[in-house]
């Protein structure tokens, strides 16, 4: 009788090699053992299961009583309870409910064919335009840059905006912010800025907004002509928190994909307050103790993570010119979230609801806004013109309630005479139609046109005694 010890001892070798071979590709074809959980408890929109092992960041799939999954992202943990919340709509969860982790990745697809198209936070198409071909794929959270590797800011960047280009200059990378109340002309600003600035590609995150406002964007404020070069990303109010925070994220890796290409981005985020009390839900939901009113920790260390994504690439990249807009609740400028973006900005441009209510359009107050960078990137006769219509325009503010009166006799203070006269050629030098773009170089000669002579004023003076 022939046995196996009759082969040759290589016969022997080959064989058990075949046999370990076929047994690795059965085990490749296995699928892994999954560790499901079991809903344990819900309230509001956080939900709290037992029983799984899966790490901040990833992806449960709840069961519900007819069979749906609704995915759910894992936000924290504490002892054997394990934290999520959901991406979308709860509807038909039981007790006990099975929780299944799942294989969902962190990254997003993106890719040139996104320009022109409206998404959701989760890269899926709003437009009705059929699926978006890419084929490329980033972190949602982004790779953070060593900051010696940054380009400095020292090219100015021409958004279309005849008093930022002058007044306020932007560098290229630069990160703004547009501090404003409701309905002082903020969205349309943006639509300015979208359609005049001299950027490759803008990106559009309109975050925790009424859901109307995303199709007039859209279609009335961007139009055909400014979709060409733009992705809108949209995560209206009626999303949960964690998707609008998504939302805010998608457009950051967005606009990091073409940056690393080598591209200008032009990046405008409405808003980062919604941003931040979607963070705030999140962290008050799950036990995140409230600090400066009712904001946890956590929110602004994710607002620095957030904006610290934006700016200049390393050499051989392109950069994010930011622009983020922050509601001021009840005109309150020291709003928490308004004070952390201001430290966290390269400057800020204030919207006065004053300015706007006397038809002053767009309504910059000059006063209390700044940009950080631009004595980097203009010349020094364009920072001595502006700061002239700076002091003039201050003066006349400061002054006005005595000139509306009659109170102030001219002659008093040849300074305040100035303001007055120029005052007229401000506004008019202020006020820009949303129509009309005014480029970078066409701004710089109005604003030496505009105090090259000063305005005659009715009653006799001294013009050697103006400044």
Not at 77 to 83: H, I, K, L, S
Not at 163 to 170: A, P, Q
Not at 346 to 375: C, F, K, N, Q, T
């Amino acid at each position: 009788m022939n046995t196996g010890n009759d082969f040759p001892a290589t016969s022997r070798g080959l064989i058990w090699a075949e046999r370990l071979r076929q047994g690795r590709e059965r085990a490749d074809r296995t699928v892994p053992f999954v560790v499901e959980g079991r809903l344990t408890r819900m309230v509001g929109l956080t939900l709290e299961a037992v029983g799984c092992q899966v790490p901040i960041g990833s992806r449960c799939d709840v069961l519900t009583a007819s069979g749906e999954q609704i995915e759910a992202e894992v936000v924290g943990f504490a002892g054997e309870q394990t934290y999520l919340m959901p991406t979308g709509h709860v509807e038909g969860l039981t007790p006990n409910a099975r929780v299944v982790p799942s294989a969902h990745s962190s990254e997003v697809a993106v890719g040139e064919a996104m320009l022109g198209r409206v998404i959701d936070a989760s890269g899926r198409p709003l437009d009705g335009l059929g699926p978006i071909e890419t084929h490329a794929h980033v972190p949602l959270m982004g790779r953070p840059i060593n900051p010696l590797n940054r380009q400095p800011i020292s090219q100015p960047l021409d958004v279309g905006i005849r008093s930022i280009n002058t007044l306020f200059s932007v560098g290229r990378g630069q990160r703004m912010g547009l501090f404003a109340g409701s309905g002082v002309g903020k969205s349309v600003l943006l639509g300015m800025m979208t359609r005049f600035t001299e950027a490759d590609v803008v990106v559009v995150g309109l975050i925790g907004e009424r859901g109307r406002e995303v199709k007039e964007f859209v279609q009335k404020i961007l139009g055909d002509t400014g979709m060409q070069r733009a992705v809108v990303v949209a995560a209206p109010a009626d999303e949960p928190p964690l998707m609008r925070m998504h939302g805010a994220w998608l457009t950051t890796a967005i606009a990091e994909y073409f940056r690393d290409r080598g591209m200008k981005v032009l990046m405008l985020m409405d808003s980062l307050s919604r941003f931040a009390q979607a963070q705030r839900e999140i962290g008050l939901a799950i036990g995140e103790p409230p600090a400066t009113k009712g904001y946890p920790p956590s929110v602004f260390a994710k607002l620095a993570q957030l904006v610290e994504r934006a700016g200049n690439g390393s050499d051989a990249a392109g950069s994010i010119t930011a622009f983020y807009t922050v509601l001021a609740e009840g005109d309150d400028q020291n709003d928490p979230v308004a004070d952390a973006a201001r430290a966290t900005l390269d400057g800020h441009l204030l919207l006065s609801r004053e300015i706007a209510e006397s038809g002053l359009y767009p309504a910059i107050d000059i006063e209390s806004s700044i940009s950080r960078v631009m004595h980097d990137i203009s010349s020094t006769r364009q920072q001595q013109a502006a700061l002239q219509v700076k002091q003039l325009y201050a003066a006349y503010r400061q002054n006005r309630d005595l000139i509306a009166v009659g109170a102030y006799q001219h002659g008093s203070d040849p300074r305040i005479d100035s303001a007055i006269a120029f005052h007229p050629r401000l506004r008019e030098f202020l006020r820009q139609d949303i129509r009309e773009p005014v480029t970078l170089a066409d701004s710089l000669h109005q604003l030496e046109q505009l105090l090259v002579t000063e305005p005659a004023v009715v009653g006799s003076h001294n013009k050697e005694n103006y400044q």
